[in-house]
């Protein structure tokens, strides 16, 4: 069978007249036309299906301290947090301050029972699931949401001792008595009020942002993942 290819090569150039000038047959010319709209197409296919793998986010705040995750972090964690789920009777995921993680989470499984604490009030777009959060006052938050969370992901939007400390409180007010699972997301310059405050450790997988920030961020647990996310960084 003659392709496209066979008949660029074999039937591609004709002389067209006193000055010498190539130029393609008609046969020829609808062949590398065919050719070329293939090769739009594949590359318009492969850009939305990207598109389709990302999820749209509001803009980042750099004012708010904002930047999101990209989609491997944010994929990676989103998993780890439904895994957990699937261990645990009626899972409940509080995200404080991290919306690309419930985002990806949400796109993942629709129905992962997620709630996003933030400050930022663009994310009430997000209905019953966005409660207003605000680090300085740590625990004022409805007190349906009291102990109520088996797994708690957060990320502070600062890397202060004090903002930590509050997070803290937070964290201790939103967690589920017995069993619960603890993510924590931050610089590598909290890892020590990291171990004090909350008593986790360091993996191995190292979170990355869209924006490419200074500093060096972490993923802390409080609960051995195993061989997922890497492992706790061994001492």
């Given amino acids: 069978m003659e392709t496209a290819k066979d008949t660029v090569q074999h039937d591609a150039v004709l002389p067209a007249g006193d000055d010498d000038t190539p130029t393609l047959s008609s046969h020829a010319l609808e062949a590398l036309k065919e050719f070329l709209a293939e090769q739009s197409r594949a590359v318009e296919e492969a850009s939305s299906a990207a598109a389709e793998d990302d999820v749209a986010l509001v803009s980042e705040d750099w004012r708010l301290s904002q930047f999101w995750y990209n989609r491997e972090t944010a994929e990676t964690v989103a998993n780890e947090v439904l895994n957990l789920c699937r261990s645990i009777d009626s899972p409940a995921i509080a995200c404080i301050a991290c919306p690309t993680l419930y985002a990806y989470l949400k796109k993942i499984d629709p129905n992962a029972p997620a709630q996003i604490l933030e400050y930022d009030k663009r994310f009430e777009q997000y209905g019953s699931e966005f409660t207003f959060y605000d680090y300085n006052v740590p625990e004022d938050l409805p007190s349906s949401m009291k102990h109520s969370y088996s797994i708690i992901v957060a990320d502070p939007p600062y890397l202060s001792q004090e903002c930590l400390e509050k997070v803290a409180k937070t964290i201790s ?31 191995a997988f190292r979170p990355d942002h869209s924006s490419k920030l200074g500093n060096e961020f972490r993923l802390f647990t409080n609960y051995d993942p195993g061989t997922r996310l890497g492992g706790w960084e061994q001492v």
């Fill in 173 to 203: 007010f939103l967690t589920r008595p017995g069993q619960a699972y603890l993510l924590l997301l931050t610089g590598e310059v909290q890892s020590g009020r990291a171990s004090e405050l909350l008593g986790l450790r360091p993996c």
